[in-house]
């Protein structure tokens, strides 16, 4: 798929660090024709002449930038204690969201957007429940006081809980 979002089709397997499959389901059952079973095992026998050790990482940035001269002094300080300025409470879920600058030292004066479980649209095309706690590859203010981001492949660790688990 591309950007646009129309189909573009190709004869190859996109690259990427590492290669995965069997996470996440679709949202019906496509049966086990030949075919089908055929392009399973040509996509297995793929992952496995190419199997890496290695490891996936987010966004080590979490989406932040640097603050403007005007956002420095407008969100600066906090909104509430251990909270900083620019996140407001949701009422629904009992999180923070907004933007604000990011309260650890690593990441001074970076601006971070910070999304509440209420803002995650991320659902499984099967079961229509959330991919994980928070929306795909945004921040979250976590209880400790920091802002934690949450990287797109942990969606690949959900399960319908009406499946039996993948080994």
Request: proline residues 7%; aromatic residues 8%; contains cysteine.
């Amino acid at each position: 798929i591309r950007r646009e979002g129309d189909a573009a089709w190709s004869a190859f397997v996109p690259e990427s660090s590492i290669w995965i499959s069997d996470r996440l389901l679709p949202c019906v059952d496509f049966g086990e024709d030949g075919e089908l079973l055929e392009r399973r095992a040509r996509l297995e026998d793929y992952i496995e002449a190419r199997k890496r050790n290695g490891f996936l990482g987010g966004d080590w940035t979490k989406g932040g930038r640097p603050a403007t001269p005007e956002e420095l002094q407008s969100l600066a300080g906090e909104a509430a204690p251990g909270v900083p300025k620019g996140l407001v409470f949701c009422e629904v879920c009992g999180g923070w969201r907004g933007v604000c600058l990011d309260p650890n030292p690593i990441f001074k004066n970076k601006v971070m957007t910070v999304l509440c479980r209420c803002e995650n649209d991320n659902l499984c095309a099967r079961c229509g429940q959330p991919l994980d706690t928070y929306k795909l590859n945004a921040n979250y203010f976590g209880e400790d006081g920091l802002i934690w981001h949450t990287p797109g492949f942990c969606g690949l660790n959900h399960r319908c809980h009406d499946l039996p688990p993948v080994n």
